[in-house]
C-alpha cells in the first residue's frame, strides 16, 4: 500500500477474521459523523479500528482506517487514512484508493475521498500519530421539525427533534454555546441553555461537516428584580424605602356577660 509492499493485514480481512473487537468497528448509519480512529498498529484502546460505509448492496462497501508508522508498518512511508473499496465478487475483494484516484496514495489532514456510488464524503480533520479525525457526510443540510420548549432559565433543558442530527453537532443559542449537547440517534439532541440575559435568541445546529440548520428561536427570561420605591418628600427624600411586614393587629377581646351579684338577704 501508499505505492510499496503492504506491511500488514489491512482493516477489511482484520475485521473478517474477528481480530476486531465489536466496539472498535463502526458501521456508517447515514447521519453526519465525526468518528476518531485508532490505528491497527500502536493506537490506543478507545477509537475505531474500521469504519463501515455501505454501499449499493451487501458485497459493495468502502472502509476507512489508520496506519501508523510502528511495528509490522513500519516501512510505510507515513501515518494517514486509509480507504479500501470492497467488493466481495472480485477475486482480490479489497482495493486500495488514493486522493488522486490511483491506488498506492495516502489520505492527510484536509483531503477528501468520495465514494462513487453513494457520493458519502470522508474528509480527514486531523492525523496525530496513531490517532486520526475524519468527518463523514451524507451531503445533507440537517433539518430541525420542533423544539421541546421555547423558553426558559438558564440550565433549562431543550430537545431539538429533526433529521440529520449529528451527535457530534454544535449547538448555539446566539453566539454562545449550549452548555451541553447530547445524542445519538440522528433524529434528536437535548441541550442545556446556557447563561444569557434576558431576550430572544435563535438556536443554530451545526453538524461536523459545518452544514446548519435555524432551530427557531429561544427567550431567556431570568429572575425579574423589582426597584424600590424613593421617597418623594420629607427629610428622607430620594433614599429607597424598605418595605415593612405589616403590623399584626391585637385580637379583640371576646365579649363577656358580667356575672349578677346575688341580692343582700333581708334579716
Given at each position: 500500500?501508499?505505492?510499496?509492499?503492504?506491511?500488514?493485514?489491512?482493516?477489511?480481512?482484520?475485521?473478517?477474521?474477528?481480530?476486531?473487537?465489536?466496539?472498535?468497528?463502526?458501521?456508517?448509519?447515514?447521519?453526519?459523523?465525526?468518528?476518531?480512529?485508532?490505528?491497527?498498529?500502536?493506537?490506543?484502546?478507545?477509537?475505531?479500528?474500521?469504519?463501515?460505509?455501505?454501499?449499493?448492496?451487501?458485497?459493495?462497501?468502502?472502509?476507512?482506517?489508520?496506519?501508523?508508522?510502528?511495528?509490522?508498518?513500519?516501512?510505510?512511508?507515513?501515518?494517514?487514512?486509509?480507504?479500501?473499496?470492497?467488493?466481495?465478487?472480485?477475486?482480490?475483494?479489497?482495493?486500495?484508493?488514493?486522493?488522486n484516484g490511483a491506488a498506492g496514495a495516502m489520505f492527510t489532514t484536509g483531503q477528501t475521498y468520495t465514494v462513487p456510488?453513494?457520493?458519502?464524503?470522508?474528509?480527514?480533520?486531523?492525523?496525530?500519530?496513531?490517532?486520526?479525525?475524519?468527518?463523514?457526510?451524507?451531503?445533507?443540510?440537517?433539518?430541525?421539525?420542533?423544539?421541546?420548549?421555547?423558553?426558559?432559565?438558564?440550565?433549562?433543558?431543550?430537545?431539538?427533534?429533526?433529521?440529520?442530527?449529528?451527535?457530534?453537532?454544535?449547538?448555539?443559542?446566539?453566539?454562545?454555546?449550549?452548555?451541553?449537547?447530547?445524542?445519538?440517534?440522528?433524529?434528536?439532541?437535548?441541550?442545556?441553555?446556557?447563561?444569557l440575559a434576558n431576550g430572544t435568541y435563535p438556536i443554530t445546529v451545526t453538524n461536523p461537516d459545518g452544514r446548519t440548520?435555524?432551530?427557531?428561536?429561544?427567550?431567556?427570561?431570568?429572575?425579574?428584580?423589582?426597584?424600590?420605591?424613593?421617597?418623594?418628600?420629607?427629610?428622607?427624600?430620594?433614599?429607597?424605602?424598605?418595605?415593612?411586614?405589616?403590623?399584626?393587629?391585637?385580637?379583640?377581646?371576646?365579649?363577656?356577660?358580667?356575672?349578677?351579684?346575688?341580692?343582700?338577704?333581708?334579716?
Amino acid at each position: 500500500m501508499f505505492g510499496c509492499t503492504g506491511q500488514h493485514l489491512i482493516a477489511n480481512d482484520k475485521n473478517f477474521l474477528g481480530w476486531i473487537a465489536p466496539g472498535r468497528a463502526f458501521t456508517y448509519g447515514g447521519v453526519t459523523r465525526s468518528l476518531r480512529l485508532s490505528a491497527l498498529m500502536g493506537g490506543d484502546a478507545s477509537g475505531n479500528m474500521i469504519v463501515t460505509i455501505p454501499g449499493v448492496d451487501a458485497n459493495n462497501y468502502t472502509t476507512v482506517e489508520m496506519r501508523h508508522r510502528t511495528g509490522f508498518d513500519v516501512r510505510l512511508p507515513g501515518d494517514a487514512v486509509i480507504v479500501h473499496t470492497v467488493d466481495k465478487t472480485r477475486k482480490d475483494p479489497a482495493w486500495v484508493r488514493g486522493t488522486n484516484g490511483a491506488a498506492g496514495a495516502m489520505f492527510t489532514t484536509g483531503q477528501t475521498y468520495t465514494v462513487p456510488t453513494t457520493m458519502t464524503t470522508v474528509r480527514v480533520t486531523s492525523v496525530t500519530g496513531a490517532n486520526a479525525v475524519v468527518v463523514i457526510s451524507n451531503g445533507v443540510n440537517p433539518a430541525v421539525t420542533s423544539l421541546s420548549t421555547t423558553s426558559g432559565r438558564a440550565g433549562t433543558p431543550v430537545t431539538i427533534t429533526g433529521t440529520n442530527l449529528s451527535p457530534e453537532a454544535t449547538v448555539t443559542f446566539g453566539a454562545t454555546s449550549a452548555t451541553s449537547v447530547t445524542g445519538g440517534t440522528g433524529t434528536g439532541l437535548t441541550v442545556v441553555t446556557p447563561a444569557l440575559a434576558n431576550g430572544t435568541y435563535p438556536i443554530t445546529v451545526t453538524n461536523p461537516d459545518g452544514r446548519t440548520a435555524t432551530a427557531g428561536t429561544f427567550t431567556v427570561i431570568t429572575a425579574v428584580a423589582v426597584a424600590p420605591t424613593a421617597r418623594a418628600s420629607g427629610p428622607n427624600a430620594g433614599i429607597p424605602a424598605v418595605a415593612l411586614p405589616a403590623r399584626i393587629a391585637a385580637p379583640t377581646p371576646a365579649a363577656t356577660t358580667p356575672t349578677p351579684r346575688p341580692a343582700p338577704i333581708a334579716r
